[in-house]
């Protein structure tokens, strides 16, 4: 089973930065089977990134995925007050439910 | 446009240690056999974990180990419902519970359903 790891747990950032979420992988994902998902407090997550760099539906360009092997990640550029939320990532290759534990955005 | 409406009394079921819980997504917006349904489990202020999934054209399932002989989904196509029935409940299964449709291109979580919160107590 693939395990995931996110770097950092906490990211502190103001509005109009831009902020790079790692996500790791303990072997190597297939096909760039990896996935981002945004989930603010009590609501269900949100589906941002498929394919390692596809985006989703409705998702806004601010928002891009990168990486392939072991190491991906998630950039948000110029922040805006609505993306400070908790970040995860999915492999979905081998086993469709691996997630990382999530990486949470806050203002700063 | 894609829906997937949990049942549960306002969102919220609450069991007592032994018991089971079933929880009822109902799709709109889509052809519901076309799409495999996953389930997606939360606990409080924790990560997020894959509880299984079900193919509603052929009502085949995939479950992890963890919870085989536990869960149980079934599909309706005649209601565009899929059922999640978790027995023997424990109060680790304490959590909010989502369903999800299965991605296009893969096993990814495309839309969401709104979360049950199943909470175990005496």
């Known amino acids: 089973e693939i395990v995931l790891t996110q770097s950092p747990g906490t990211l502190s950032l103001s509005p109009g930065e831009r902020a790079t979420l790692s996500c790791w992988a303990s072997?190597?994902?297939?096909?760039?089977?990896l996935a981002w998902y945004q989930q603010k407090p009590g609501q269900a997550p949100r589906l941002l990134i498929y394919g390692a760099s596809s985006r989703a539906t409705g998702i806004p360009d601010r928002f891009s995925g990168s990486g392939s092997g072991t190491d991906f990640t998630l950039t948000i550029t110029r922040l805006e007050p609505e993306d400070f939320a908790v970040y995860y990532c999915q492999e979905y290759g081998s086993s469709p439910g691996t997630f990382g534990p999530g990486t949470r955005l806050e203002i700063k | 446009q894609v829906q997937l409406v949990q049942s549960g009394a306002e969102g919220t079921e609450v069991k007592k240690p032994g018991a089971s819980v079933k929880v009822s997504c109902k799709a709109s917006?889509?052809?519901?056999?076309?799409?495999?349904l996953h389930w997606v489990r939360q606990a409080p202020g924790q990560g997020l974990e894959w509880l299984g999934v079900i193919n509603p054209r052929s009502t085949r399932t995939n479950y992890p180990q963890k919870f085989q002989g536990r869960l149980t989904l079934t599909s309706d196509t005649s209601t565009s419902t899929v059922d999640m029935e978790l027995n023997s409940l424990t109060y680790d299964d304490t959590a909010v519970y989502y369903c999800?449709?299965?991605?296009?291109?893969?096993?990814?979580?495309?839309?969401w359903g709104q979360g049950t919160l199943v909470t175990v107590s005496s």
């Open positions: 999800a449709t299965e991605g296009h291109w893969g096993a990814y979580f495309e839309y």
């Open positions: 917006g889509y052809t519901f056999t076309n799409n495999h």
């Open positions: 072997q190597s994902v297939t096909s760039y089977y």
